[in-house]
């Protein structure tokens, strides 16, 4: 849902596929453009209290990335709005995760962003990262499973490892998900629902392929019936 600034839509898409008794889905996703626009004011108008009563839960996506102290108290800050969910760069350092963690009530599952989705091994060279992309994302992980966190942000491509290496303790949100046959947009690491729930994903993160859908509903309806 992070994929417009508009507050009419943004509140039209959350209804049309997570309101009424039978939502089509888990989650919904508020992102940096939409907060930045509308501030919390926003996300309680559209995504208000009998949506969320329905079991959808809330991830606030805002990739949090600064000193520990104002990572810590932006964590607490989340708390007023309810937040289930929210993102935090990992490579902010353990110093800056452990602030967070610190600062988050227990029910709120902080998850460390790896690599995103948008990278590839040629972007990790451009910003000095001598390592391949898995061995990247296996080592920012540990140190924030390490930290305290209780899950990461991943590609899919990278969900058999992270699997291998930490098993159920955490969980694994990945982005970067096209059905078949999509477009892929600015995405480089990429896997269908059904491939990235094969190898082991807890959450998929589906955006533009839903929300630029002509029917939203239809298209999320297609996704969830080609993935099982």
């Known amino acids: 849902m992070d994929d417009t600034t508009d507050l009419a839509r943004a509140t039209k898409l959350i209804q049309s596929i997570a309101g009424g008794p039978r939502p089509a889905v888990g989650g919904i996703k508020l992102g940096l453009e939409f907060f930045l626009a509308h501030g919390a004011p926003g996300v309680r108008y559209a995504f208000p209290a009998p949506v969320r009563a329905t079991g959808v839960g809330f991830f606030l996506d805002l990739k949090l990335h600064d000193i520990p102290n104002t990572v810590g108290r932006a964590v607490e800050g989340a708390r007023s709005l309810g937040v289930e969910m929210l993102t935090l760069h990992l490579c902010g350092g353990s110093a800056m995760v452990k602030a967070a963690v610190a600062a988050a009530p227990p029910e709120l599952l902080l998850l460390g962003v790896t690599v995103l989705t948008s990278s590839d091994d040629a972007t990790l060279r451009e910003i000095g990262v001598a390592s391949?992309?898995?061995?990247?994302?296996?080592?920012?992980?540990k140190f924030g499973v390490d930290a305290g966190i209780g899950g990461v942000?991943?590609?899919?491509?990278?969900?058999?490892?992270?699997?291998s290496a930490h098993g159920s303790k955490i969980k694994i949100?990945?982005?970067?998900?096209r059905p078949v046959g999509a477009a892929?947009?600015?995405?480089?690491?990429?896997?269908?629902?059904?491939e990235a729930i094969k190898a082991g994903a807890d959450f998929l993160v589906i955006?533009?392929?839903?929300?630029a859908a002509t029917d939203a509903r239809r298209a999320l309806d297609q996704i969830v019936a080609d993935a099982v």
Do not use: C, F, K, N
């Open 132 to 141: 391949a992309m898995e061995e990247q994302v296996l080592r920012l992980a």
């Open 153 to 163: 942000v991943a590609s899919p491509r990278e969900i058999s490892a992270l699997r």
């Open 173 to 177: 949100v990945t982005p970067g998900i």
């Open 184 to 194: 892929t947009q600015d995405q480089r690491r990429v896997l269908s629902p059904g």
């Open 207 to 211: 955006g533009r392929p839903i929300t």
